[in-house]
């Protein structure tokens, strides 16, 4: 019996890998269609019917191409970064409940908060083996604004442990079952999604491939394949966000098709604010963290926390 859980496990796994790495390649279509369509021109159209089977020749082109490793770099690290990179932004969508057996843990949420946050030394790791001052100046910019945000996104998921008392994902959707927590605490959500721009290092924060001041950041000296795995990172990391809003704020019921369609519009708000808004200042961002988002989110768990405190006394 074990045994069969365990391929069940590791097949649901296998599956999981495979589904998010497909979901990656259209959702880099889809950001190719809608800034096609903002900027009034097409997108892909050549290969192929609509340009349908475009993110997989782009594939196969990036990882045919020559990888060029740089003569004075510290070519372990330079080397296994990337792949590292990948390795973390996939494993962090173990913490997604699923039907069958599954890694449906009891401690989901700091399974997310502890992978997370170990995502930031790939980044610096990748910057300063490649031995190139442009590269460590853009990891430096990038480890500098996901650290600055991740304090903020942790506040916030703590004013939501607060509320429901548990580290399990799957309870935040039995407590939405009457009410979405969009409309309960609409500024955290909307300090949430701003944060998860900047960790996930989106436009308007993309400051880690500010391309006209930085020569594309920290993966500036990565070329084919390895540019190839931090670029998969970065998109499987957008969808994993958007995942994890969708069940703390839009009802998380994981088990009906409405969720996967929240989840594509989600997607899509991060392709729409690429297309929208230009980039924000450097010290701008950084006081943005600490000057508004972290004082708000603070409040708010103190808040919760009083909330909590009261109902605790009242009925007991």
């Known amino acids: 019996m074990f045994y069969n859980d365990l391929i069940l496990s590791l097949i649901s796994m296998i599956l999981l890998v495979i589904c998010v790495l497909i979901g990656v390649a259209f959702l880099t279509l889809l950001e190719r269609k809608v800034l096609g369509y903002i900027q009034i021109r097409k997108g892909p159209n050549k290969v192929g019917f609509m340009g ?3 993110p997989f020749s782009d594939a196969i082109k990036l990882f045919s191409k020559e990888s060029i490793l ?8 330079y080397y296994m970064s990337p792949i590292y990179n990948l390795f973390l932004s996939l494993i962090l969508w ?22 997370s946050s170990l995502s930031v030394y790939t980044i610096m790791i990748a910057g300063w083996s490649s031995n190139s001052n442009y590269a460590l100046l853009g990891g430096m910019r990038s480890v500098a604004q996901t650290i600055s945000y991740e304090v903020s996104l942790s506040l ?3 004013s939501f ?9 799957l309870d935040f959707m039995s407590f939405q079952n009457n009410m979405w927590f969009l409309f309960l605490c609409l500024p955290l959500c909307m300090i949430w999604f701003i944060s998860s721009l900047a960790e996930t290092n989106r436009t308007p924060f993309d400051f880690a491939e500010g391309e006209s001041e930085l020569v594309s950041g920290f993966n500036v000296e990565y070329s084919s394949g390895g540019f190839a795995l931090i670029f998969l990172a970065e998109y499987s990391s957008i969808l994993f966000m958007s995942m994890l809003t969708c069940i703390l704020f839009l009802g998380g019921n994981i088990f009906s098709f409405s969720f996967f369609l929240k989840l594509g519009l989600m ?12 980039r ?10 600490w000057k508004s988002f972290l004082p708000i989110s603070l ?4 808040l919760f926390l009083g909330f909590k405190l009261l109902l605790f006394t009242i009925f007991i």
């Open 70 to 77: 740089p003569s004075m770099s510290n070519i372990n690290l």
């Open 161 to 169: 442990l607060f509320l429901i008392l548990s580290l399990n994902i």
């Open 94 to 115: 173990f913490c997604m409940p699923f039907i069958s057996v599954f890694l449906n843990f009891n401690l989901g949420i700091l399974f997310f908060l502890c992978i």
């Open 299 to 302: 409040n708010y768990l103190f």
């Open 280 to 289: 924000f200042r450097y010290d701008k961002l950084m006081y943005l963290a």
């Open 156 to 158: 916030i998921l703590l």
């Open 52 to 54: 349908i089977p475009q």
């Open 267 to 278: 997607s899509f708000f991060w392709i729409w604010v690429r297309g929208t808004l230009p």
